[in-house]
C-alpha cells in the first residue's frame, strides 16, 4: 500500500526520484523467426548491432546497484535466436535476479529445454493464440508454428522442474470462439495459466531502432483484418473469461483487466481514461542500450553513456512522463497498466 501512495504521489508531480521502478524488461533483439500479423518487428531489417553478453552483464550489475534484488523479463524479437541468451540468463540468476522470459516457442526442442533448466530460468510464457493450427498459424504467419508452440509447451511443462509455465493470448476476429478452449487446454496441461492481452495497432511493436516516439491513427482499428466484427460476441467471450476466473481457473489478468477489456472493444478511445503508470513503474532496455518507460516513446538515452539510475531520474523523464498523461494512444488497456492476477 505505501509502494502504491508513493507511485501515485511521483504520477502527479512526474517526479520519480524517490521510487524505482519495478517492471524491468531486458529486449534483447529484434530478431524473430516468425511474421505475426499483430506486430511489425519482421517487417523490416535491423541495421544497428545488438549488445554482447559481456555488456548485458555490466547492465544487470549496474541495476543490481541500483535496485537491489529486482525481477527482469526477456523478450524480443525471439530471445532464443541469440545463441549468448543462455549465458545471459546464468550471469542474471547467479546475482539473485528473479528472471522470466517471452517466447513464441517456434525453436524450443529438447536439447534447448535442458539449456533452459541449466540456466535456472524461473518462469517462460508461450504465445499461443489459437486451439487449432488454421488459428494459431494464420495470426503467426508461418505454417507448423502451431505444432511448434505445443511441443515447446508440453517439454516445458513436463520438465519444468523449478520454473512456471503459462501462456499468452491476443483477443482478436480470428480466435474469439477458441478462448475457451485455449482456458480449458491451460487447465488440462497443469499450467501455471493463461493471460490474455487486447489487440493493438501491429504497428506499434516495430524495431527498436526506430527511436522515436509512436502516435497510432485513431481509428487504425476501423479496417483492421484481426480486429473483431462481432463485438457482441467478443465482449461475450470477455464475460465468460470473467466467469471461467471467478470458479477459480488459473487466469492471469485481473478483473479490473478484463472490464476494461470490455470497454476497449466497444469504443478504444474510452481507455485514455486509464491511468497510465508505465513512467512510474517501467524501465525497459532495448537490443542496442537504449532505455525506455514506454515501447512507444523514445529514448532516454543509453547505457553506454549514463548509468539506468540517472536516465530514470533526468529531465527527459521527467518530459516524458508529462507526456505520458496526455498520450493518446489507446494502449492503456495493454498489461502495462494492470497486476497479473488479483
Known amino acids: 500500500m505505501f509502494d502504491k501512495t508513493l507511485s501515485y504521489i511521483a504520477y502527479h508531480i512526474n517526479r520519480a526520484n524517490f521510487i524505482k521502478p519495478s517492471v524491468i524488461t531486458f529486449d534483447v533483439t529484434d530478431r524473430c523467426s516468425l511474421r ?26 549496474s541495476l543490481k546497484r541500483w535496485l537491489g534484488n529486482y525481477r527482469v523479463c526477456i523478450s524480443g524479437g525471439e530471445l532464443f535466436l ?14 539473485d535476479v528473479y528472471v522470466t522470459a517471452i517466447t513464441n516457442g517456434y525453436h524450443i526442442d ?33 505454417k507448423g508454428s502451431y505444432e511448434k508452440a505445443l511441443l515447446a509447451i508440453d517439454l516445458l511443462n513436463v520438465h519444468k522442474k523449478n520454473m512456471f509455465v503459462c501462456i499468452e493470448t491476443i483477443l482478436m476476429r480470428q ?5 475457451i478452449d485455449l482456458i480449458k487446454f491451460a487447465t488440462e ?26 502516435q497510432s491513427e485513431n481509428t487504425w482499428y476501423a479496417n483492421h483484418p484481426l480486429w473483431p466484427n462481432d463485438i457482441r460476441g467478443m465482449l461475450s467471450v470477455i464475460d465468460e ?33 486509464i491511468k497510465c503508470m508505465v513512467g ?13 518507460l ?22 527527459k523523464a521527467f518530459q516524458q512522463r508529462k507526456a505520458i498523461k496526455t498520450c493518446k494512444n489507446t494502449c492503456r488497456v495493454l498489461m502495462c497498466n494492470f497486476e497479473n492476477v488479483d
Request: with cysteine; charged share 25%.
Open 36 to 61: 505475426c500479423r499483430t506486430c511489425s518487428k519482421w517487417s523490416s531489417q535491423t541495421v544497428r548491432k545488438e549488445l554482447d553478453a559481456s555488456t548485458w552483464k555490466e547492465i544487470i550489475c
Open 82 to 95: 541469440r545463441n549468448d541468451i543462455f549465458e545471459i540468463i546464468s550471469f542474471a540468476r547467479d546475482q
Open 110 to 142: 529438447r536439447t534447448l529445454v535442458e539449456k533452459i533448466q541449466a540456466s535456472r530460468l524461473q518462469g517462460i510464457s508461450v504465445s499461443l493464440n489459437g486451439i487449432t493450427s488454421a488459428v494459431h498459424d494464420f495470426t503467426r504467419g508461418v
Open 175 to 179: 480466435n474469439q470462439h477458441e478462448i
Open 189 to 214: 496441461k497443469h499450467l501455471e495459466g493463461i493471460t490474455f492481452q487486447a489487440l493493438y495497432d501491429n504497428l506499434s511493436f516495430r524495431p527498436f531502432d526506430y527511436n522515436h516516439r509512436f
Open 241 to 273: 473469461i470473467i466467469e471461467y476466473k471467478r470458479k477459480g481457473y488459473a487466469i492471469g489478468n485481473s478483473f479490473e483487466s478484463l472490464l476494461w477489456m470490455k470497454q476497449y472493444f466497444q469504443n478504444p478511445a474510452e481507455t485514455l481514461k
Open 280 to 292: 512510474i513503474n517501467n524501465f525497459s532496455i532495448d537490443p542496442y542500450g537504449e532505455t525506455r
Open 294 to 315: 514506454c515501447f512507444n516513446m523514445d529514448s532516454l538515452g543509453n547505457v553506454f553513456c549514463q548509468k539506468p539510475e540517472e536516465l530514470w531520474k533526468s529531465r
